[in-house]
């Protein structure tokens, strides 16, 4: 199924979504890779505040290239999820519901996601420049030090991405495998 989602979203709007679905997604997102993720982490054992409200966001782990001239943004294709790991579970406990990336993820990543009503989406791999297509605006809004890692405020709309963890724990990297070894018999 093929499914319209406008951030900020709840579990409610996410329950209907299965591994395998396309998610057309439009609205706020966030960026954050690696380095982010650390200085959130410290901000919130520091008992600061974060740069944007976790509750029903959804954040996209990549590192956009520079903007040509006449472009809002460069290539802006996924980088690897399982490197935010440790810190996802925690941000989906205070309200994170989409996680975007590529990649498999971890255990516990995927009971938060059932926990809390959230879902990982993958954007294709080597695809950049079509998901630049789809970011409409951005404003880098936190942590410009850390050049391309810094977060981004994007504006997106009907980015293409497929869900690899449901809210039901699904999971497409798990199920595709499963139905195309049995397909084989």
């Avoid at 520091?46 to 520079?66: D, K, Q, R």
């Amino acid at each position: 199924m093929q499914y319209e989602i406008h951030t900020p979203c709840t579990a409610a709007a996410l329950a209907p979504l299965q591994a395998g679905d396309t998610v057309l997604l439009s609205g706020t997102v966030y960026t954050a890779r690696d380095q982010a993720h650390a200085r959130m982490a410290a901000a919130l054992d520091a008992g600061e505040t974060l740069p944007f409200a976790l509750e029903g966001s959804a954040i996209y782990y990549v590192g956009p290239t520079p903007e040509k001239p006449g472009t809002v943004i460069g290539a802006a294709g996924p980088t690897t999820s399982g490197r935010m790991d440790a810190f996802s579970p925690r941000l989906l406990d205070l309200g994170n519901k989409i996680m975007i990336g590529k990649g498999k993820r971890s255990a516990a990543v995927q009971a938060a996601c059932v926990r809390n009503g959230a879902v990982y989406l993958a954007a294709l791999g080597g695809a950049g420049a079509l998901m630049a297509q789809c970011i409409k605006k951005l404003e880098v809004i936190a942590w410009p030090d850390l050049g391309c890692e810094a977060v981004r405020r994007l504006e997106v709309e009907a980015m293409p991405l497929t869900v690899i963890l449901d809210a039901h724990g699904g999971n497409l990297y798990e199920a595709g495998p499963a139905a195309y070894r049995a397909a084989k018999k």
